[in-house]
């Protein structure tokens, strides 16, 4: 998938000559955003929106495997986040809320429930900083996920786990939390 190749480079780009070629931290997360929010974009209208509401030919559903569906958009994501995270690059991301329906996208960071908060407050802006994790420091930049569609909306208050039943259109529902050491 576009999202890994360009992250294994960006994270070969990173441990290697990172520096010597003057990546900006900040300029680094920003483009791995635009692959991350690209894909999930292009997943979101081009499968999901075209075979489920315009073609009617198959569902999305959280329960996908045992009801022959299409994965949500945010589990497509955390597939891929998953995947990224085996191969141990130190790299990360996830989409992450303080009003979580899966409690593993919940933040668990100081920074990541500041950041957070942040994004939520401040609407239109991206939250940055560095934190020390174990042994490493890392940067670490929070991305706003914001409520585009009805569906959103309708689907997290209706939600039997999700926490919050009052999301409007939109309001900024979670962030894409993307963290590399540095
Ligand atoms: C059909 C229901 C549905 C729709 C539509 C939907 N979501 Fe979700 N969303 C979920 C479920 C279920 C999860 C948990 C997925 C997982 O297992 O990680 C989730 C996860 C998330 C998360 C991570 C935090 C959490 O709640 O676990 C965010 C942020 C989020 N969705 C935002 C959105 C936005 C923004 C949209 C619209 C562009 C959207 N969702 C559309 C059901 C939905």
């Not at 292009?42 to 075979?51: I, M, P």
């Not at 945010?74 to 990360?92: I, L, P």
């Not at 919940?106 to 429930?113: A, H």
């Not at 042994?135 to 929070?142: G, H, K, L, P, S």
């Amino acid at each position: 998938m576009r999202t890994r190749a360009f992250i294994l480079a960006a994270a070969a780009a990173l441990s290697g000559c990172g520096e010597k070629t003057g990546i900006e931290p900040q300029r680094m997360a920003d483009a791995i955003f635009a692959v991350i929010e690209a894909d999930r974009a292009s997943y979101t209208t081009n499968v999901v929106n075209r075979l489920q509401n315009e073609e009617k030919v198959i569902k999305a559903d959280e329960h996908w495997q045992d009801n022959q569906a299409l994965p949500l958009p945010a589990q497509m994501m955390r597939m891929g986040a998953e995947r990224v995270a085996e191969q141990e690059s130190g790299f990360n991301y996830a989409l992450l809320s303080q009003w979580a329906i899966n409690k593993q996208n919940k933040p668990r960071t100081d920074l990541e429930r500041q950041g957070l908060a942040y994004i939520v407050e401040n609407p239109g802006q991206n939250f940055y900083g560095t934190e020390k994790l174990g042994d490493t420091e890392y940067f670490t930049a929070v991305y706003p996920d914001v409520a585009v569609s009805p569906a959103c909306v309708s689907c997290h208050n209706e939600h039997v786990d999700s926490p919050r039943k009052d999301f409007e259109l939109g309001q900024t529902m979670g962030g894409v939390v993307i963290r590399f050491p540095l």
